[in-house]
């Protein structure tokens, strides 16, 4: 069976997990394996909730990989930084929530049929690339 192409953050939950197989199987071709890469919530939310955008131009700051020279200011415009309701810590943390009942699910459901892998997404890029292109040349 010829493999499918990478879908990022797809399937999300077992129906479309079901959706995906039929239409896959209807070209005559599969999954061969399932990478999810894990990371430790806090990590996660450290992430996801550091981003703060420019109110005026969009200029977009982390407030550790990419702070802006004045905490609350952009760099460019000097324009107030805001954080987009996405980027909250409440949001990101229920987000987080239903990812992972809806990951549970899917490491059982892929799991079954021999194709889910679990990738330590704490590692340096480079070593967590590494791991994903063992399991993929496998």
């Known amino acids: 069976m010829a493999a ?8 999300r939950n077992i129906i479309q ?3 995906l197989e039929i239409h896959l199987k209807s070209e005559g ?12 919530h806090h990590i996660l939310i450290e992430r ?10 969009g200029e977009t700051f982390h407030l550790i990989s990419n702070p802006p020279k004045i905490i609350d200011r952009c760099d460019s415009c000097n324009e107030a930084l805001i954080q987009r309701e996405d980027d909250r810590e409440e949001t990101v ?3 987080l929530r239903v990812n992972d009942e809806l990951t549970k699910q899917l490491e059982i459901y892929y ?11 704490l590692k340096n890029i480079n070593d967590v690339a590494k791991d994903i292109l063992s399991v993929l040349k496998k």
């Open 93 to 95: 943390k229920e987000r």
């Open 48 to 57: 996801l909730t550091g981003r703060w955008v420019c109110a005026s131009c």
């Open 29 to 40: 071709r599969g999954i061969d394996n399932v990478v999810y890469i894990d990371v430790d």
């Open 111 to 121: 799991g079954e049929r021999g194709n889910f892998k679990k990738i330590n997404g």
């Open 17 to 19: 997990a079901d959706a």
């Open 4 to 11: 499918a192409p990478f879908f990022i953050g797809f399937p």
